[in-house]
């Protein structure tokens, strides 16, 4: 069974730093497009980062310079390092597979495994 289990988020000030983790089961995600995805109460669901099976990453402009998304893939982990936050970072964060992007990705395109979210909270 294909799953993804986040972890990492919590309460952060602004400026701090934080390290999501999303580790993969029931598949290889070296294959697989992955994306972080976040979704802040009353906003549409928004793609920050992505990361192809071919090594391409994409980023959303909002996060861009900010934020990094690797991968270990002896760990079947997706990693999004998260720098600079700031009170508009806050939201539910979710990592996304889909075995259709090999050769590039971008955050806003549709991915058909999900994980159940972690919580970040950027504030003082």
């Known amino acids: 069974q294909l799953q993804l289990v986040e972890s990492g988020g919590g309460l952060v000030q602004p400026g701090g730093s934080l390290r999501l983790s999303c580790v993969a089961s029931g598949f290889d995600s070296a294959f697989y497009g992955i994306a972080w995805f976040r979704q802040a109460p009353g906003k549409e669901r928004e793609g920050v980062a992505c990361s192809s099976s071919g090594g391409t990453t994409n980023y959303a402009a909002s996060v861009k310079g900010r934020f990094t998304i690797s991968r270990d893939s002896p760990k079947n982990a997706i990693y999004l390092q998260m720098n600079s936050l700031k009170p508009e970072d806050t939201a539910v964060y979710y990592c996304?597979?889909?075995?259709?992007?090999?050769?590039?990705?971008?955050?806003?395109?549709?991915?058909?495994?999900w994980g159940q979210g972690t919580q970040v909270t950027v504030s003082s």
């Open positions: 996304a597979a889909d075995p259709r992007y090999g050769s590039t990705c971008q955050p806003f395109w549709d991915y058909a495994h």
